[in-house]
């Protein structure tokens, strides 16, 4: 008889926790008991695990008692102070948060990259950030090839990386705008000065920001210090030059990247794509004579990190520009977790 464990989901109630339970189901985990944490906010609320009511319990000291393994994603602060209580009394915490991901004694963990790593854990394992899983996934065969010497990534990260709160705000500044009368030729959107309640820094119904996460004293943000540190220790190499610029856009759900790499060995694309189409937890989109390549609107609720548009630069000895979709809540989260979880 297979063993059951007992599972804790903290912040159930977000993006990530909603993901983390149809994933669950999905999966076929061997659950025996689940447990479903968020703030007092939620406490008493109902969420539905198979088809049976659960109730939402608050957060606190004794919520880990009896559970094997936590599932962690209601920001750092949370896990900061509750990831080492929850590993305490026995379970293994699996943390979607930035809080312990560079904690050289907290393994950094993908499972189709750096499986290994796990077993060096000490109650805690961190899932990285979710723009930075679906790039490694498909860099490292890449790099295991041909050694990838540097990377210059741009992200178009879907308005759901930053929470509910963040989808709330661009579904209601969209309704706004829907329903102002305008006159193409002369509109200025700015001028709307819509009501919507705000998460993001400014406006993201028809706008862009390139804004995620604070910013740090090199003047990048934390987010885009965050791909560049958690893919060397992913990767496990911290030759690997790294520069990114992430922008939020208005999608609401799977991140975009545009990423060039320069590699030591010189590959053409069609040896890029054929070590793509072997490999594991990647689909390879690139049919250009059909229009087709990988689109955020595709890729949701899918598992894959998907990969289109790749081709040689032109500009360099040996360039490859890919660009690679997935959605953030699930490859760039739960499900990176859950898998986690199966490992160990
Ligand atoms: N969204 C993504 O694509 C993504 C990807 C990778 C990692 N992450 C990480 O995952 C975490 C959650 O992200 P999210 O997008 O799911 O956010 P979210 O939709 O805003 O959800 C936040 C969750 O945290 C809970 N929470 C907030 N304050 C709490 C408290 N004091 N005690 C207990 N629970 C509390 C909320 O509960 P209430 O409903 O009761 O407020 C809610 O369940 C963050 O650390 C984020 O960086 C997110």
New binding site residues.
């Given amino acids: 008889m297979s063993k059951k464990y007992n599972v804790a989901i903290?912040?159930?109630?977000?993006?990530?926790?909603n993901e983390f339970i149809r994933i669950l189901e999905e999966r076929n985990f061997p659950l025996k008991e689940i447990r479903l944490?968020?703030?007092?906010?939620?406490k008493g609320k109902i969420l539905q695990f198979k088809g049976k009511d659960y109730k939402?319990e608050?957060?606190g000291k004794d919520s880990f008692e009896n559970i094997d393994i936590a599932l962690f994603?209601?920001?750092?602060g949370?896990?900061k102070e509750f990831a080492p209580i929850a590993a305490r009394s026995g379970a293994v915490v699996i943390d979607?948060?930035?809080a312990f991901r560079m904690e050289p004694d907290v393994p950094l963990v993908v499972p189709e990259v750096n499986p290994q790593a796990i077993k060096k854990h000490q109650g805690i394992i961190a899932?990285p950030?979710?723009s930075t899983i679906q790039m490694v996934v498909v860099l490292k065969p890449i790099h295991d090839v041909a050694n990838i010497k540097r990377i210059v990534v741009s992200t178009y990260q879907s308005t759901?990386?930053?929470?509910?709160?963040a989808v709330d705000q661009l579904w209601q500044e969209t309704e706004e705008i829907s329903n102002i009368k305008h006159q193409t030729s002369s509109i200025k959107v700015k001028d709307l000065k819509l009501k919507a309640k705000k998460a993001l820094p400014y406006q993201i119904a028809f706008n862009l920001i390139p804004h995620i996460d604070i910013f740090m004293p090199n003047r990048y943000t934390k987010e885009e210090m965050k791909m560049v540190n958690e893919t060397r220790k992913i990767m496990e190499d911290d030759s690997i030059m790294i520069t990114a610029t992430c922008v939020r856009v208005p999608v609401v759900r799977s991140h975009a990247e545009s990423v060039n790499i320069e590699t030591e060995k010189k590959l053409n694309a069609e040896e890029v794509i054929d070590i793509l189409k072997n490999t594991k937890g990647v689909e390879v989109i690139d049919d250009p004579k059909n229009n087709r390549y990988p689109i955020p609107i595709d890729s949701e609720y899918k598992d894959a990190s998907f990969v289109g548009r790749i081709r040689e630069d032109e500009s360099v000895e040996n360039g490859i520009n890919l660009w690679i979709v997935s959605d953030?809540?699930r490859k760039?989260?739960a499900l990176n977790a859950i898998k986690i979880a199966e490992l160990l």
């Fill in positions: 903290v912040g159930a109630t977000g993006m990530v926790g944490l968020a703030s007092g906010r939620s939402v608050e957060l994603s209601a920001g750092a949370i896990s979607n948060s930035s899932n950030n979710c759901s990386g930053w929470g509910k709160e953030n809540l760039g989260a």
